[in-house]
């Protein structure tokens, strides 16, 4: 399993300035992805990050508006940048780990989740 | 891209049995199911992999329907914790897991 920690849990945040949130898994791991919820609805999937590398965006998503970073193989950060209310919604950031017991798949973990809310 | 769940809301009484469908317009690689609880974070339910490979919760069980691309999530005499919304994941080989849009399942005592 992976035990993942965001911050902050939320945040206030007026028009026009950022917000960047952590994502702290306790053990390495290669992939993780960043993920949009907005309030009764779906799981969006706002970008890949791999370390070492810049990370994959989703149609609809670009680095301008999101840069994440990935320093190491247990961090990332997704930045929210030029606020306005429509970004009011939860991040999640979420971490792929081999399920292990002899499968061959991933298992995927999701952090708590950072509700920001812009005024 | 977006796989389609149906129903998109359950209301059962403790004790009843629920299905849950996916489906996709896409070939699949894996289907994963995902429960979520209000204000929590999604919890991992159940994987079946194309091949039949899968693995899961000792009381729900699901399907995958390759050729059909569909999968069904069926959990059985229902309890009072298995309220929450229900996703389905599908991944198409790249890794990324692509969510619907969810099944709100709420069991009446």
């Known amino acids: 399993s992976a035990v993942i920690s965001q911050k902050p849990s939320r945040d206030i945040c007026q028009r026009g300035t950022s917000l960047t949130i952590q994502c702290q898994v306790d053990s390495q791991v290669t992939m993780m992805f960043w993920y949009r919820q907005q309030p009764g609805q779906s799981l969006t999937l706002i970008a890949t990050?791999?370390?070492?590398?810049?990370?994959?965006?989703e149609s609809g998503f670009v680095i301008d508006k999101f840069p994440i970073s990935r320093p190491n193989l247990t961090f990332s950060t997704l930045t929210v940048s030029n606020l306005s209310p429509e970004d009011s919604s939860i991040y999640l950031c979420?971490?792929?780990?081999?399920?292990?017991?002899?499968?061959?798949?991933?298992?995927?973990?999701f952090g708590p989740g950072t509700r920001l809310t812009v005024l | 891209q977006q796989p389609v769940q149906s129903p998109q809301a359950v209301i059962l009484r403790e004790g009843e049995d629920a299905v849950i469908n996916c489906s996709s317009s896409?070939?699949?690689?894996?289907v994963h199911w995902y429960r979520q609880k209000h204000g929590e974070a999604p919890v991992f339910l159940m994987i079946l992999l194309k091949g039949g490979e899968q693995k899961g919760h000792e009381k729900i069980s699901a399907s995958f329907n390759e050729k059909k691309q569909q999968s069904s999530l069926y959990l059985t005499a229902s309890q009072l914790s298995y309220s929450g919304t229900y996703f389905c994941?599908?991944?198409?080989?790249?890794?990324?897991?692509?969510f619907g849009k969810g099944t709100r399942l709420h069991i009446l005592p």
């Open positions: 994941g599908t991944e198409l080989r790249d890794d990324k897991i692509i």
């Open positions: 979420s971490v792929e780990k081999p399920t292990g017991g002899g499968y061959s798949y991933n298992e995927q973990f």
């Open positions: 990050a791999n370390q070492g590398s810049e990370a994959t965006y």
């Open positions: 896409k070939a699949l690689y894996s």
